[in-house]
């Protein structure tokens, strides 16, 4: 096996072991990332990467060990500020150079990871494709006349091609779990609050999470280990202390109660879907877990709610650079933000005020019932890059809708969740599920992923080779 | 805002018209006294200790 095909827990075994070093891996990521098909790379940093591992390499030498992450390549959706280098935001966008490091990249950066490059995604985090007019659209691996969903495109294109061994994303309707999903790889979107969001690009700021994108939980773990946690600097970061994510997902038990939507979810869905999902409740039941029918309120409301959101603050975010930058925005774009102009400012506060009713309701009916809800991520499997371009005209309403109904929800509910690779369809495209959870749970979700993943194999497959 | 909007005014009006439908029947039935800024404290609340 090549160094790059390893997964980011065995990579931190093989340099625990002095079997390779931070160089070896990041010269195997360096020139996977240098032949990628995907367009999943906006900036390759050689040779800083190579300084960092050789400063990673002489500091375990020494006897200076930082943890599990010592010494690990990888990148990030290119949304993180890094001080005085451009983050793009995946647009043709001129804005003065950070002054300070966000809080999550400090934090990977604590632990001895090296950043080689930074990845593609959706402009400005809008978009659930991966379709980017001023950066190139981002390929899925899988099918490079495929999207990769978005907006978190480049990392879990990077991932899945074996560049990266994992990466930061962001969630405001999806955007880790929709490309995971649709790449074939596990991205966890956490708790409103879980991962702080300080020096990173907002969207919508009562919707938007961080967090991992990685080949298995375990690896998802590692890094909620290093990024998860109170933040001062993020007055909106939850002031609880992140869990022991990796320490707590081997304690598995049988008899975890998993919740299968009986109305909304199991809508819609493509055959090759359905049958991976059924399998996959198969395999939870094989494992133990009590699979108990449910009925989910309806979301109708809170879906449109999050429209609401997501129009109102998107212009928040972008009505300033709209005015003085309207170059860097495409047709998709506009359409989305042009939104939040009309919508009385009531509206907006009922949404917000609409939430922690609609959490309640939530709670009630479902998870005082079970501890994980089971369901799809997406109806369908990638679809093609053509059929979904909406700034050459494919409906946005229709494609954003279609995309992100059975995520979005969750964002407005503050929910964790957790996309896990389950199957593929009879294009060979891969199909994934998603476990939501209680608030701050991300560690049973995590579980139930690395357990799922300890018996089957569906996250060792590999994309067609070119 | 400078730019002149991508979708026509009809479209746009008729998009948030459809969103007004689906919420305000909820949004007023919401009690007097609810805080568009608790909903961290119900996470918290609802995610135990």
């Known amino acids: ?466 | 805002m400078a730019l002149d909007p991508v979708a026509s005014a009809a479209d746009i009006s008729k998009s948030v018209t459809r969103l007004l439908d689906i919420v305000m029947p909820a949004f007023d039935a919401l009690p007097f006294d609810s805080d568009p800024t608790d909903f961290a404290a119900s996470l918290d609340r609802w995610g135990g200790a």
């Open chain 1, 1 to 466: 096996m090549k160094l790059n095909e390893l997964d980011l827990a065995s990579a931190s075994d093989a340099l625990a072991k002095g079997q390779v070093s931070s160089m070896d891996l990041t010269n195997a990521l360096l020139m996977k990332a240098a032949s990628s098909r995907t367009n999943a790379f906006l900036r390759i940093d050689h040779e800083l990467a190579r300084a960092r591992a050789r400063e990673m390499d002489v500091e375990r030498a020494s006897g200076l060990y930082r943890g599990p992450l010592h010494g690990i390549p990888m990148a990030h959706k290119d949304m993180f500020h890094r001080v005085g280098v451009e983050s793009s935001y995946g647009a043709a966008l001129r804005l003065p150079l950070p002054s300070e490091d966000a809080t999550v990249l400090r934090r990977l950066d604590e632990a001895g990871t090296v950043s080689i490059g930074v990845l593609n995604m959706s402009a400005f985090a809008v978009g659930p494709t991966g379709h980017n007019i001023s950066k190139g659209h981002c390929r899925n691996p899988w099918g490079l006349d495929r999207i990769t969903g978005g907006s978190s495109s480049g990392s879990a294109a990077a991932v899945a091609e074996r560049a990266s061994f994992a990466s930061l994303g962001s969630d405001t309707a999806g955007s880790i779990r929709l490309p995971a999903a649709m790449c074939g790889v596990t991205g966890l979107k956490p708790t409103y609050g879980r991962v702080s969001r300080r020096g990173a690009m907002a969207f919508a700021f009562s919707l938007d999470a961080v967090g991992p994108i990685a080949r298995t939980a375990k690896d998802c773990a590692m890094l909620m280990d290093a990024i998860a946690g109170a933040d001062p600097a993020d007055p909106t970061c939850s002031p609880r202390a992140g869990s022991q994510y990796v320490k707590s997902i081997a304690d598995w038990s049988r008899g975890l109660r998993v919740g299968v939507p009986q109305n909304f979810f199991c809508e819609g869905l493509q055959p090759g879907v359905s049958n991976a999902l059924k399998q996959s409740l198969e395999q939870l039941a094989s494992m133990g877990c009590e699979i108990v029918p449910i009925q989910v309120p309806d979301l109708a409301i809170e879906d449109a709610a999050t429209a609401v959101v997501i129009a109102c603050e998107g212009l928040v975010q972008h009505q300033r650079w709209m005015r003085e930058q309207p170059e860097a925005y495409g047709a998709q774009l506009r359409i989305r933000l042009e939104r939040g102009a009309v919508i009385p400012a009531p509206v907006y506060l009922g949404a917000l005020r609409q939430r922690a009713r609609s959490l309640e309701q939530m709670m009630d009916a479902v998870f005082t019932k079970v501890d994980v809800l089971h369901c799809p991520v997406t109806p369908m499997t990638a679809p093609t890059l053509d059929s979904t371009d909406m700034d050459r005209g494919a409906n946005v309403d229709d494609i954003v809708g279609s995309l992100t109904r059975f995520t979005r929800p969750w964002n407005y509910l503050g929910l964790p969740a957790l996309a896990v690779p389950i199957g593929v369809d009879e294009h060979a495209l891969p199909i994934g599920m998603q476990l939501i959870g209680r608030p701050f749970s991300e560690e049973v979700l995590l579980r139930v992923g690395h357990a799922y993943q300890s018996e089957t194999s569906w996250h060792l497959q590999t994309p067609p080779p070119a």
